[in-house]
């Protein structure tokens, strides 16, 4: 009798569970995508807008979910950052337009 308890409480659980994931499925979707381009964006901004040191600007971007990779192009003025399998870029476009994702 308690096994037969646990066991719909269990199929209602994962029912519950796949209901929220398809219903939420669009955001789980571009989650990848926010990380590698928030920090590329956000380094690229801080940088060469408001002009702080590298290891500033390092620590003003870390997230608890690690990028696999970082490149840093000065003389492009051009961040490119990849995490969870996506790979983003920003780039200084000058005083007035600041940084922007490159598409």
Do not use: N
């Not at 920003?90 to 490159?102: I, S």
């Amino acid at each position: 009798m308690k096994r037969r308890w646990l066991l719909v409480l269990l199929a209602v659980l994962f029912v519950a569970l796949a209901s929220w994931l398809w219903r939420e499925r669009t955001a789980l979707r571009v989650f990848p995508d926010i990380i590698s381009a928030y920090t590329a964006k956000e380094y690229c901004s801080c940088r060469y807008v408001m002009l702080q040191p590298a290891d500033y600007c390092r620590g003003y971007v870390k997230q608890s979910v690690p990028i696999s990779a970082f490149l840093e192009t000065p003389e492009a003025k051009r961040v490119t950052v990849s995490g969870l399998g996506r790979s983003h870029s920003a780039r200084w476009l000058g005083e007035r337009q600041g940084c922007r994702l490159e598409p």
